[in-house]
Structure formats: structure tokens, C-alpha cells
């Protein structure tokens, strides 16, 4: 009985042992995961805070020899592209025949020559955070949404003509009520010399939006109608060699191209008249208002000789 029992107590003995050991084991895991996940005092968490909401220091990015050498570098672009622009006007006045692609080729380096002076004073004089610049350009890409729609219509719409080329800088074309020269295609709008000499900027956005006629399309001659109301009972065949002669022996003409008459009838005040149209291709865009002004001239005068108005 006495063995018994000695033997039940180490028994119970051995288990509490076993449980102590086991309990101990568990609040040695749990300090432990505690010690490593818990959280740093009051005064670390607010350092901590303000690091990460604090912005970039910027104030070094601004300062009188920065703000004196864009300065310098702006003035430098706008007198070399002066310099430039004049040298290739002086060419093309010259070079007739290359005036066209000098015309052409001048907004692409006008865009390239401002797009390197912007870069080296971004990237070569303030030298900002990749921060500080993408933050920069979404604002303006932010402001620029929505306060300047249209101008961003434009924009569009200026590099639609620059790559699609529909016209270009030299060409004749009617874009709605305007019909002139184009003498430059602008980030904002086109500019147009109209026969009365006067410069009218239209939108690019509403030239995209409208039929566009391009009487050269890049080449230095162009077709040049003059119309004449002539009695109804004329002699046709005589008119038409009259005015055919007339265009030929023009100092303005290009006679690699063919010359045409054709007749419309039509009526005025109930009176039933002809319109003569004469057709003939000038050899220089720049003379197509004085060889229609010649052409109408010339054969109303043989017509007048002849007797036949």
C-alpha cells in the first residue's frame, strides 16, 4: 500500500512537472513575438510620421545664378532661332524653287530648338527631383484640363497638320470663308495671306473640323482661273483661240501644263449670258492674282478690238 501510493504521488509529480515546463515554454514564445512586433514609443512613431509626409526640400533648386543662366540661355535660343529663321528666309528668296521645303522644314526647328533650350535649363541649371518634376507636370496637366480646352483643341490640331500634312506652309488653300497663302502653321493657328495682303489666323481646330482645298499642294505653280461674262450669240470658237493665245504669250505662265476654256451659261436679270472660264497654270504661286488680273485684261481688250463686245 505504501509503494502504491509513493508511486501515484511521483506520477502526479511527474505531470505537474511536465505542465509547469509547457507553460513556460508558451509565455517564453509569446514575449518573444511580442518583443519583435511591438510598436516603437510615442516620439519614434511621430519622427517616423513626419519623414514620411515630410515634401523634398526644394529650396536649393532657386537661386539668382540659376534664374541669370536660364535667362542667359532663353535669350541665346531666341537670337540663334532669329539668325536662323532670317538665313533660311534669304535662302529661299533666292532659291525659288527650294522656298517651299524652307517653309516646311521651319516650324519643325523652331519646336526642336525650344525643346532643347527648355531641357538643358531643367535638366542641365535647376537639376529637380524626379519628385519635384512629376508632381510639377500633373498640375499643369491638371490646370491645362480644365481651363484650356480649346487650346488644347488647337494644339491637337496643329500637330494633326504637322504629321498629316493636308497643307503646308507655301500652299494656296480655302478653308471656309478664307482662301490665301499659307505663310505659317503655328502651335495655336494657321496664318493666311489673303489676296487683299492681309494676315487672318484661323484656329487649327476649326480648319481640322472643315473640307480643306489645296490648289498646289506643295509645288510652286498652281491653276489660276478667270471668269468673263460675255454676250450670249458670241462667236465661242473665236473667243476660245483668243483667249488661249492670250494665256500663252503670258510672262506668268507654265506652259508644261495644259490651258483650257470652258463655257457656262447661266442668266442675269433674266437675261440669259455666258461665262467664259480660262484655265492656264501659273509658273509661281506668288504672281496668281496678277496673271488673272492679266488674263481677264488681255482678252477683253483682243475681244473689244475685234468687235466682238
Given at each position: 500500500m505504501f509503494l502504491i501510493c509513493i508511486s501515484f504521488s511521483s506520477l502526479l509529480h511527474g505531470q505537474a512537472a511536465n505542465t509547469i515546463t509547457t507553460t513556460d515554454s508558451s509565455q517564453l514564445i509569446t514575449d518573444t513575438l511580442a518583443s519583435q512586433t511591438a510598436l516603437p514609443p510615442v516620439a519614434e512613431r511621430g519622427n517616423l510620421a513626419q519623414e514620411l509626409t515630410q515634401a523634398p526640400d526644394v529650396s536649393g533648386l532657386i537661386s539668382f545664378p540659376k534664374i541669370f543662366w536660364s535667362v542667359v540661355f532663353l535669350l541665346l535660343g531666341y537670337f540663334s532661332l532669329k539668325i536662323l529663321t532670317g538665313i533660311l528666309?534669304?535662302?529661299?528668296?533666292?532659291?525659288?524653287?527650294?522656298?517651299?521645303?524652307?517653309?516646311r522644314v521651319l516650324p519643325m526647328i523652331k519646336i526642336l530648338v525650344w525643346s532643347m533650350v527648355v531641357y538643358i535649363i531643367v535638366s542641365g541649371i535647376f537639376s529637380p527631383p524626379k519628385e519635384t518634376v512629376l508632381?510639377?507636370?500633373?498640375?499643369?496637366?491638371?490646370?491645362?484640363?480644365?481651363?484650356?480646352?480649346?487650346?488644347?483643341?488647337?494644339l491637337f490640331g496643329g500637330l494633326m497638320i504637322l504629321f498629316d500634312k493636308p497643307f503646308q506652309i507655301g500652299d494656296r488653300i480655302e478653308t471656309g470663308k478664307y482662301y490665301g497663302e499659307v505663310v505659317e502653321i503655328g502651335i495655336r493657328s494657321t496664318r493666311i495671306v489673303t489676296p487683299g495682303d492681309n494676315i487672318v489666323s484661323v484656329p487649327n481646330s476649326e480648319i481640322m473640323n472643315q473640307s480643306i482645298s489645296n490648289t498646289n499642294s506643295g509645288l510652286n505653280n498652281c491653276l489660276v482661273s478667270a471668269d468673263i461674262y460675255l454676250p450670249h450669240l458670241i462667236?465661242?470658237?473665236r473667243v476660245r483661240q483668243i483667249?488661249?493665245?492670250?494665256?500663252?504669250?503670258s510672262k506668268y505662265v507654265y506652259l508644261n501644263k495644259p490651258i483650257a476654256v470652258i463655257f457656262f451659261s447661266e442668266k442675269t436679270n433674266k437675261e440669259p449670258v455666258l461665262k467664259m472660264r480660262l484655265n492656264a497654270y501659273v509658273m509661281n504661286v506668288g504672281y496668281e492674282f496678277l496673271f488673272k488680273s492679266e488674263m481677264t485684261e488681255l482678252v477683253l481688250r483682243e475681244l473689244k478690238n475685234e468687235g466682238l463686245m
Open positions: 528666309n534669304l535662302y529661299a528668296e533666292r532659291k525659288p524653287r527650294h522656298k517651299s521645303l524652307v517653309r508632381a510639377f507636370f500633373a498640375s499643369i496637366g491638371v490646370a491645362i484640363g480644365f481651363a484650356s480646352q480649346d487650346l488644347l483643341k488647337n462667236d465661242t470658237q483667249a488661249i493665245e492670250v494665256a500663252q504669250i
